[in-house]
Every structure is written in structure tokens, then in C-alpha cells.
């Protein structure tokens, strides 16, 4: 079957006709990087909203580090963890394991602020209705990290919108945020991939890049 998507841009767009309608005026978008802020940025564009993104890393299973067993995200000092507990139960995953891995991601994590963000603030997002854009969900934990985080920094509205997910993780999520928007869960989903032409890997200079545009010229 014909993936619905070419790329991340083109799944962003039709997420921001899909979000476009009714108008959202205090909305601001926050990406995950790295191909949530390609995504993020189309709808940005499309509801005139600001882009901004939300640092999250995925805590791998040892030696297969696909597979979440938890994730952290931050939006400005504070990190925030979700764990998946089925994964660790099913793994027999140590503690000491658990701590090691969250040590070396958070330490990913602050190289990829400093290195997307330089020396600038996050948006503010308190009481405001906030939009979170990833490429697509697998079993979500990256972007129940995000949602923690969001939470944490007084976000009001939360609205999850991914152009491909799993059809689990878009209910799991449902339970925990005020909207998820996603375009196309199959019951035969296996990976997040499935959903593009084209899921080449999306670097960190693309991700500066699109910030960049989306800054306003007088900041």
C-alpha cells in the first residue's frame, strides 16, 4: 500500500488544514525534535501559531533500544519521567539499568537544547493551549513525557497531533490530554515508518532551520 505521507512536511501540512478550522488564536506549537519540529512547524505555519519545541528522549530497553521503557522530557529546568511498566516487567529490566540509560539520555537531551536553542528561552506556555507535534507514535512514551512536561509548566488545552500512530497509543493518550488528532492509526501499524515515502533521518541543522523561520524578525 502507498504511504499517505511523502515526508514530514507534507504530513505537517495536512495536520494544519485538519487544525486550522475552528481558529485556535492562543495555540502555541511545540515540536519533538527531531521530526516532530519538521511537523510541528507546517502547522505552525498553516494556524499561525509560534513554534517552539519540547526536548523529550526515549529511554531504550538494553540492547534493544527501540523499545521504550520510559522517556524524559523538559521544557525549561525541570525533566520530567514517565516509565513503561509493562516493558520493564516483561524485560526483568534492573533499577541500576533503568538509571544508567535516563543518565546518558538526559545528558542527549541537554546537548540537543543547547545546541537547538543556543541561550534562548522556552516559549511560555501557562495557561495557554498547547499543541504537541511528533512524526508519529509508536507506544507513545516519548510523548507522555512531553505531556508531564507540558503539564508541569501550566500549559492549559493539550492537543497531541501526529500524522501516523498506533492505534494503542492514540487511546492511551486520549485518556490523558484534551485532543488527539492523528490522521491515519492502521490496525496493521508496526512502525511509524509505514506512514512515509520518504523517513529519512532528520538533522539537527533541518531542526535549527525551521525554528530559525519561524521566528518573528523582530526577536
Known sequence: MRPPFADRADAGRSLGERLADPPRPDAVVLGLPRGGVIVGAEIARAIGAPLDLLLVRKIGLPGQPELAMGAIAALGDVIEEVRSEDVLLRSGTRPEQFAQVRVDEEKELRRREAAYRGGDPPVAVRGRAVILADDGLATGATMRAAV???????????????????????????????????????????????????????????????????????A
Open 148 to 218: 508531564a512536561a507540558a503539564r508541569g509548566a501550566g500549559a492549559g488545552r493539550i492537543t497531541v497531533a501526529v500524522p501516523v500512530a498506533s492505534p494503542r497509543a492514540c487511546e492511551r493518550l486520549a485518556a490523558e490530554v484534551d485532543e488527539v488528532v492523528c490522521l491515519w492509526a492502521p490496525a496493521s501499524f508496526r512502525a511509524v515508518q509505514q506512514g512515509y515515502a520518504d523517513f529519512a533521518e532528520t538533522t539537527d541543522a533541518e531542526v535549527r532551520a525551521a525554528l530559525a523561520a519561524a521566528r518573528p524578525e523582530d
